[in-house]
């Protein structure tokens, strides 16, 4: 037998019955968007890995694109400091975009100076493409060379050419 609800029991039962829809609709709703936000978090949290990061690990910037730096690295019969733009970093590497270095040329002669220039990786006989890959368990430390470096002020006149 079934009974119906009539006058004000009518009134509450069918507003029970819209508050629970409602509550199960913003329920469903609110999972929705929850697992949204999460798989965007999950994306970009692989997006990053996948890139390898940027240079904010060693140098502590995010972006080092007008920046310029020399790297001390430990080689396994010496040392080396190689100048250049830092454009991609993760922890196990870093890439030097345009590297270069200090080459010393001993003097002729005993009252001579020795001739010291400045060369880029790119320009030696091998010819080399211009970025270079430096692991970061041989790199000693790393430093951003101020804007009135004259090595800073070689690129700027490379740039230029």
């Known amino acids: 037998m079934v009974r119906s609800i009539k006058g004000n029991g009518a009134k509450k039962f069918n507003k029970s019955l819209k508050i629970k829809n409602m509550n199960k609709t913003a329920k469903v709703i609110l999972i929705i968007i929850l697992v949204l936000v999460l798989i965007v978090i999950v994306a970009g949290v692989v997006a990053v890995l996948v890139k390898g990061g940027n240079a904010a690990n060693l140098t502590g910037t995010s972006s080092s694109s007008n920046k310029y730096y020399s790297v001390y690295v430990q080689t396994g019969n010496g040392s ?39 060369a880029l990786m790119k320009d030696e006989f091998f010819k080399p493409l211009p970025e270079m890959t430096i692991f970061t368990n041989n790199i000693v430390f790393i430093q951003q060379l101020s804007d009135d470096s004259p090595i800073v002020s070689f690129y700027k006149n490379q740039i230029g050419k």
């Open 80 to 118: 080396a400091v190689y100048y250049g733009q830092i454009v991609k970093q993760s922890e196990e590497y870093l890439v030097l975009k345009d590297p270069g270095y200090i080459n010393v040329q001993p003097a002729q002669n005993e009252d001579e100076q020795p001739q010291i220039n400045f």
